[in-house]
């Protein structure tokens, strides 16, 4: 029991420094986000903008950091979430997905922030741009989940199941309870990107509670 005890105490311990050594990556290339974008555009794109410009961030910044670790197994190892470098070499196919999939959704995110739209003149892209952007990723999204549906096993897809429970529930609840503050008058405005923001976040957060109830977070 006190060597289990012990084990358990190192992967956590294994798994906040990851943590902490993903916070300071990521808190980097936020820091170099922002001070690209300039604080006028910032000032222009306003609150909700910028939320969905950050989960956009966080999405692409995963498709980095995996990305990373595949390219260089043995110091990836040591930043992601797994138990060796052999085990990266090993998943390679599937998390090679991973960051296509993560990586296209963290653009098109950035695309729709700084989209061009009414009231939010500077944009940098146009909105057609980043209509045509979202609905190819939507497109090539349900193509890509089909030709690649047999790629996983029983646990892969139970938890994709499971991630996108969470996700339906989580943004299911916000949003009712945003959209009723809304329109009772209780002042908390809920606009469509809002919506767009909730839902993807959502989505990476419904992933995280199901790999962390399966004690996954810690390797």
Same mark, same amino acid.
């Given at each position: ?61 995963? %498709? ?64 057609? %741009? %980043? ?89």
């Amino acid at each position: 029991m006190k060597a289990m005890t012990q084990d358990d105490a190192q992967k956590w311990k294994k798994t906040a420094v990851k943590l902490i050594a993903g916070a300071i990556v990521g808190g980097g290339v936020s820091a170099a986000a922002l001070g690209i974008a300039g604080t006028s555009l910032l000032d222009a794109m306003g609150p909700s903008r910028v939320a969905l410009a950050a989960v956009g961030l966080v999405y692409a910044m995963m %498709a980095m950091l995996v990305g990373f670790g595949l390219a260089m197994p043995r110091a990836g190892a040591q930043l992601l979430n797994v138990g060796d470098a052999d085990e990266l070499r090993e998943e390679r196919a599937g998390m090679m997905t991973s960051v296509i999939t993560t990586g296209t959704m963290g653009l098109v995110l950035l695309l729709l922030a700084v989209a061009r739209a009414p009231g939010f003149e500077a944009g940098l892209v146009s909105a057609h %741009a %980043a209509m045509t952007a979202l609905v190819v990723a939507v497109a090539g999204g349900i193509v890509a989940s089909w030709a690649w549906r047999n790629r996983y096993d029983e646990l892969n897809r139970q938890l994709g199941l499971e991630g996108c429970f969470w996700a339906f529930c989580l943004s299911w609840v916000l949003l009712s309870l945003w959209a009723a503050a809304d329109f009772l008058g209780f002042g908390l405005a809920l606009t469509a990107i809002d919506v767009v923001t909730t839902l993807s976040a959502m989505m990476l957060l419904g992933s995280f509670i199901a790999i962390g109830r399966r004690g996954m977070m810690s390797r």
